[in-house]
């Protein structure tokens, strides 16, 4: 059969490495490895029964077929008044775009503003798939450093340094995938006066340990919200997210939102509009479990020799300092696999600041965890340490 030729935008976007360690992880299981994942960022724990109950009722009344594409209005009114009662601002529902997925949000957003050429500023590290998608559209990822010492915090003033005539919008995520950690409130104030437009990745919200999260709209209307019920919900194979967005993108947006993906699903909005308005004790529940477990996974990284100078107080990710042992990281995170039957996520894979660094994720079993954390110190102690980089 005769090769058929890719689009050069297919062709060039890199791969998602998390996803090649999870796929390289199942072919071990396959063969009959016990491979302990520590890579992946999605919850261990189960859906909560308000939820499953509310698409199983909704299934029952038949609710399975396209709904209004933008979402129902129903769980658009429920998000408003999630972020009325948590942050203490308006939105409207004529705002709203439920989508099926956090990242078909994105893609809405990024294909939406941007013209070829444009620029969306983003920190490095940040996840992997900002740049890819942001690229892959047309658009260019300007990258801005962030900083071990600073808990991988923006400085607004680099930020300020890196804008041009080209700069459509700021990128912030809190907290942070790959780093757990927050922006604090001065920052983000910061960030929305300098002017551009300010895109709000808040989709680990209420999975906050110490301290409180900031919603982008509490400081300023000119921003877009990009949120979703994966994490928070444990709801990443059900697929709704949703965007906020100024008014006069929603029209444009709502097109690009008929033509790709027509609605999201419409039991699946039921279902998140029983998790907004039902599963918040269950939330609290799976909070709590995720904070010991950050605990365990602080105290074991600190014992295998791996840096955390700023401990991350939200979702559920640790990024370690491993440059005393490695200076390549999708190597190390290979090598690990194979040899201790460890998956953790390479930090190349989250940008070039982010070399000589392995993501941690403690969204598993506490077993699990301290398992992987004594096989990676076993092998650990194999390794010479690492050269001084040059």
């Known amino acids: 059969m005769a090769e058929v030729r890719v ?75 999630d972020y009325r009662d948590r942050y203490g601002v308006t939105v409207h529902p004529d705002q709203i775009i439920v989508t099926p997925g956090t990242s078909p949000a994105m893609f809405l957003v990024f294909s939406g503003l941007l013209e070829p050429g444009e620029e969306i500023i983003i920190s490095d590290p940040g ?48 907290p942070s995938n790959p780093t757990g950690n927050l922006l604090s409130p001065e920052r983000i104030k910061e960030i929305a006066g300098l002017g551009p437009l300010v895109i709000s990745d808040e989709i680990y919200h209420g999975l906050v340990y110490e301290g409180r999260e900031h919603s982008i709209l509490e400081f300023t209307d000119h921003a877009i919200v990009l949120n979703g019920f994966s994490k928070r919900y444990a709801m990443t194979g059900w697929r709704v997210g949703y965007c906020i967005l100024p008014r006069s993108m929603v029209r444009p947006l709502q097109k690009v939102q008929q033509n790709f993906f027509i609605s999201t699903g419409d039991f699946v909005q039921w279902a998140a509009v029983a998790a907004i308005r039902e599963a918040e004790p269950e939330v609290e529940r799976m909070r709590a479990i995720y904070n010991h477990r950050r605990q365990v996974m602080l105290a074991g990284v600190a014992a295998l020799g791996l840096g955390v100078t700023v401990p991350p107080t939200g979702a559920f990710y640790v990024l370690a300092n491993a440059k005393k042992f490695t200076a390549d990281s999708l190597q190390f995170s290979r090598d690990v696999l194979e040899h201790a039957l460890v998956g953790v996520a390479p930090g190349i894979d989250f940008g070039r600041n982010a070399e000589g660094y392995i993501r941690f994720s403690y969204a598993t079993g506490e077993d699990q965890i301290r398992e992987g954390l004594a096989r990676l110190g076993r092998y650990l102690e194999r390794l010479p340490e690492a050269p001084p980089a040059r």
């Open 127 to 174: 996840y992997a798939c900002y740049s890819n998608m942001i690229e892959y559209v047309g658009g260019v990822a300007a990258t801005v450093p962030v900083f071990e010492e600073d808990g991988f915090q923006y400085r607004p003033e680099m930020i300020r340094e890196r804008l041009t005539a080209r700069t459509r919008a700021i990128l912030i995520n809190s």
């Open 7 to 81: 689009s050069g935008r297919a062709a060039a976007i890199p791969p998602f490495l998390v996803v090649d360690v999870i796929d390289r992880a199942a072919e071990l299981r396959r063969s009959g490895q016990d491979v302990i994942m520590m890579a992946v960022g999605e919850p261990d724990l189960d859906t909560p029964a308000c939820i499953v109950e509310a698409a199983n009722r909704a299934l029952a009344r038949r609710c399975t077929r396209y709904t209004h594409s933008l979402g129902i209005i129903e769980l658009r009114e429920a998000i408003c008044d």
